[in-house]
């Protein structure tokens, strides 16, 4: 058990290496520089800016450099952008929000979604099923950009207590993680109703039939726990996916999130920035995988052997 | 197997057929409804914007002339069977044309990442071991990061590429400049999602090249003394084509919708060419008053995503019985 622990803390270690080193010198590969936009720039401001955040330097020094400013300084930098902010305070800042929205709307994704994919293998290749699977179709299908304008207009708009875009109240957090919950619920409802299907066509799902276990019973206790594993597997990637922040969503309802970081970093080629959140990004996705393998773990006896 | 019976009437001899893998999968995806109409659906879109938006444009219907006398107008009217724009511009042409660029990007990309995909995953599954291994953790490691960022990446390090190409058609080649710069911005699209999308393909093919790799008939093949590329071209690779034509379909789908998230941010394709995203985008700013002009590119957006799943599904239980849940 530890050492399955260790293994893939080390294995997620390994990857977020190759992410950040891929990252920076992808991003380092991009045409032009931080600085292109900055009005009148001159050759000797532009070499002073360059100077101030080390990027005269080669590029093998940088990337050492940047690695050692984060090992022994836990600092990330400044973000070259948005002059006189540090990167570790823009993700201090966002990430709250993000993980707020984020968490709001898993919850209410994993209680709409599961339920409905338990619904459709009760009831398969019956009305219901195709009912719950035409409905997950269309939270994959009718996608947040369409969704978040017509719930502006017809919910926000009509009713004064809830703004139409913003992050002032409380209940603004409402209708951005309505918006954000249905791709969740789609995919968990379709995962969850897959591995329903293939649970009650074992052989021990009859058995418990023929001693005269009661259908209700024979789900809860018997068939649930192995059903959901394949949405635990897609739930850890996704967690770390969502709690990060989704751009469309943010910009609809202009929510301060991380994912306008992620998009404005690469655009304006704020490196520090990018590798900041790359970084951040990737540790989280190593926990929330190691969390679901966990989890996992807990749930499927088979998987503590070996 | 053919098999020879005695016909009871006339004593003649009657070859039966037997079904091919092929066959078979079809008789069951026709059973299955929803996606017998999912497939109807695909082939009425590209029909409508790779033959008859080129047709329509051809006969002198325009999706870029502009009539300021005529915005908004109403769906079924004189003004064409969708209404107009916001710039009086025939809403119909428009959503076909921003239909054949979605659509262009989605299938372009779909192939680029089956070739990829095969050729990495392939390679990886059948020679396997360590150097198998880390072909594969540096897809781990690719697809740990943020969808966002690598597509922009690429997206970034390809254009100023496509643009000199571009520039090379127009001015050395004498290409007409509306028709180069209308699909040039679309390459570097193309490529970034792409670039993002053959990862999980690779993951895909490998697993199967793998277990096909174990089985006795490629080991058959190897003490025939066959060489490498022969056993992964003519054994492994026809035996992967389910999982893979299933992947492709599915695919697709996925696709329209990377792109129409872009360009709804602005990360895709540009003004003044059009495609389903930027029509969404252009009509959420128009949606307080009118409406046409974002339910129109959204539905056929979201029907086309509709189509292609159902069909992608039905195909999946069609080729594959054993994943199939009945």
């Known amino acids: 058990m530890l050492r399955t622990i260790l293994s893939r803390l080390l294995q997620t270690v390994v990857v977020v290496f190759l992410l950040v080193t891929f990252t920076f010198f992808a991003i380092h590969a991009m045409p032009g520089d931080p600085f292109a936009d900055a009005k009148a720039t001159s050759p000797e401001e532009k070499a002073a800016l360059e100077a101030y955040y080390g990027l005269d330097k080669p590029l093998p020094v940088q990337y050492f450099n940047w690695w050692k400013n984060v090992i022994s300084n836990n600092d990330f930098g400044d973000s070259i952008a948005m002059k006189g902010r540090k990167v570790s305070t823009l993700i201090s800042e966002s990430f709250p929000v993000s993980l707020k929205l984020g968490l709001l709307s898993l919850v209410m994704g994993i209680s709409l979604g599961i339920p409905l994919g338990i619904i459709a293998a009760l009831y398969h290749n019956q009305m219901l099923d195709y009912l719950a699977m035409i409905i997950a179709m269309a939270g994959i299908c009718v996608v947040a950009f369409v969704l978040g304008p017509i719930f502006q207009i017809n919910i926000a708009k009509p009713l004064t207590s809830l703004n139409v875009a913003g992050w002032d109240r409380p209940a603004d957090i409402i209708l951005p993680a309505i918006t954000l919950c249905f791709g969740v619920a789609a995919y968990l409802a379709r995962l969850t109703r897959g591995g329903m299907l293939d649970v009650l066509s074992q052989d021990y799902i009859r058995s418990a039939r023929a001693k005269g276990v009661p259908p209700l019973k024979i789900i809860t206790r018997h068939a649930l726990r192995p059903a959901l594993m394949p949405a635990v597997t897609f739930l850890g990637p996704a967690f770390a996916a969502i709690i990060t922040g989704s751009f469309v969503v943010e910009n609809i309802f202009l929510v301060p999130g991380m994912g306008q970081h992620f998009v404005l970093g690469v655009t304006s080629k704020d490196y520090n920035l990018v590798l900041g959140l790359v970084l951040f990004y990737g540790i989280l996705m190593g926990i929330a995988n190691l969390l679901s393998d966990l989890v996992l773990i807990f749930m499927d006896p088979k998987l503590r052997t070996s | ?326």
């Open chain 2, 1 to 326: 197997m053919n098999t020879s019976v005695q016909s009871p009437q006339n004593g003649v001899k009657v070859i039966e057929k037997g079904t091919s893998l092929w066959a078979d999968a079809f008789v069951r995806l026709k059973k299955n409804r929803l996606s017998m109409l999912g497939g109807i659906i695909v082939i009425a879109i590209l029909f409508a914007c790779f033959i008859l938006g080129p047709v329509l444009g051809w006969l002198g219907f325009s999706a870029t002339e502009q009539d300021l006398t005529n915005r908004f107008a109403n769906p079924l009217s004189d003004n064409g069977l969708f209404g107009t724009d916001q710039l009086g511009r025939d809403l119909l042409m428009r959503v076909l044309e921003g239909g054949q660029i979605s659509l262009l990007v989605a299938i372009m990309a779909t192939v680029m990442t089956v070739t990829i995909g095969i050729i990495y995953g392939g390679i990886a599954g059948y020679i396997g071991g360590r150097l198998g291994n880390v072909m594969m953790r540096i897809v781990d490691g690719l697809l740990a990061m943020p969808f966002l960022i690598i597509v922009i990446l690429f997206r970034e390090l390809i254009s100023g590429h496509v643009d000199e190409m571009a520039r090379f058609l127009i001015d050395s080649w004498g290409w007409s400049t509306d028709l180069v710069l209308r699909y040039s911005n679309l390459v570097p699209l193309t490529f970034a999602i792409a670039g993002f999308g053959w990862l999980t393909m690779g993951r895909i093919v490998r697993t199967a090249a793998a277990s096909l790799t174990k089985q006795e008939f490629v080991e058959a093949a190897r003490s025939l003394g066959l060489s490498h590329a022969r056993i992964l071209f003519r054994h492994i690779l026809p035996n992967m084509l389910g999982p893979v034509i299933i992947y492709a379909t599915l695919t697709i789908p996925s696709f329209i919708l990377y792109e129409a998230t872009l360009s709804f941010i602005g990360l895709g394709i540009e003004p003044p060419n059009s495609s389903w995203g930027t029509l969404i985008k252009e009509g959420a700013n128009y949606l307080e008053t009118e409406t046409t002009v974002l339910l129109i590119p959204a539905v056929l957006f979201s029907l086309t995503l509709f189509a292609f799943n159902f069909l992608g599904d039905g195909l999946r239980d069609a080729l594959d019985p054993k994943a199939s849940k009945d």
